[in-house]
């Protein structure tokens, strides 16, 4: 059965940094692309960054480029998300999400995303 488990939320100072992590289980990275999307209170969800099935190629949305790096450990079958300089705009709940693709590339808006995580907290205050 395909999992995925976010981890590594927390509160941080504005400027702080955080570093989710996100658990797959059931399949392999090879095969999938992998997505990390936020969603504010009264927001609608956001894709922040995605991860392409080959090469590992990521792509990012202008508000987090600079600031936040996706990464992944295809031997610990873990996807990464660096946060750093955060600002109270980053507060959110982070999922990760997985789609079925094969591309050494990974588009943003993608609406194939059919398995998702629980969600970890982010919140960004002083």
């Known amino acids: 059965q395909l999992q995925l488990v976010e981890s590594g939320g927390g509160l941080v100072q504005p400027g702080g940094s955080l570093r989710l992590s996100c658990a797959a289980s059931?399949?392999?990275?090879?095969?999938?692309?992998i997505g990390w999307f936020r969603q504010a209170p009264g927001k609608e969800r956001e894709e922040v960054s995605c991860?392409?099935?080959?090469?590992?190629?990521?792509n990012y949305v202008d508000s987090v480029k600079g600031r936040f790096t996706m990464s992944r450990d295809k031997a610990k079958s873990a996807v990464y998300l660096q946060m750093d300089i955060l600002k109270p705009e980053d507060t959110a709940v982070y999922y990760c999400?997985?789609?079925?693709?094969?591309?050494?590339?990974?588009?943003?808006?993608?609406?194939?995303?059919?398995?998702w995580g629980q969600g970890t907290q982010v919140t960004v205050s002083s």
């Open positions: 059931g399949f392999t990275l090879d095969y999938y692309a």
């Open positions: 999400a997985a789609r079925a693709t094969v591309q050494a590339r990974c588009l943003m808006g993608s609406p194939w995303y059919a398995h």
């Open positions: 991860i392409s099935s080959i090469g590992g190629i990521t």
